[in-house]
Nanobody
Framework: QVQLAESGGGLVQPGGSLRLSCAASGRTLDYYAIGWFRQIPGKEREGVSAISMSTGRTYYADSVKGRFTISRDNKNPRVYLQLDSLKPEDTARYYC?????????????????WGQGTQVTVSS
């Protein structure tokens, strides 16, 4: 079992930044990939970014390329998502999830473990 806990969400003005954190516990994540997803009410969960805990290889959705940066800390272990140049359309609840292996573009339903999410609101 893997337990995931997100933190770092909040209210920020357009153009601002936030740093989300995903803390993992329960078992080693060395052979997992961690993905970040976001969801607004009434819409499907959208994949935002993912990182391989073993290789550091990353994936970004086109909508966030150049604005979001994913990174990992294998010692703790923890995954970060730096959100820069935020736009109102980035407003959503952000979730981190873990999937065994290295499939960074896996769909949400394929992920094995999920956190409870953290709310990001971009508004002036």
């Amino acid at each position: 079992q893997v337990q995931l806990a997100e933190s770092g969400g909040g209210l920020v003005q357009p153009g601002g930044s936030l740093r989300l954190s995903c803390a993992a516990s329960g078992r080693t994540l060395d052979y997992y990939a961690i993905g970040w997803f976001r969801q607004i009410p009434g819409k499907e969960r959208e994949g935002v970014s993912a990182i391989s805990m073993s290789t550091g290889r990353t994936y970004y959705a086109d909508s966030v390329k150049g604005r979001f940066t994913i990174s990992r800390d294998n010692k703790n272990p923890r995954v970060y998502l730096q959100l820069d140049s935020l736009k109102p359309e980035d407003t959503a609840r952000y979730y981190c999830a873990a999937i065994a292996g290295d499939r960074l573009e896996a769909a949400a339903y394929e992920y094995d473990y999920w956190g409870q999410g953290t709310q990001v609101t971009v508004s002036s």
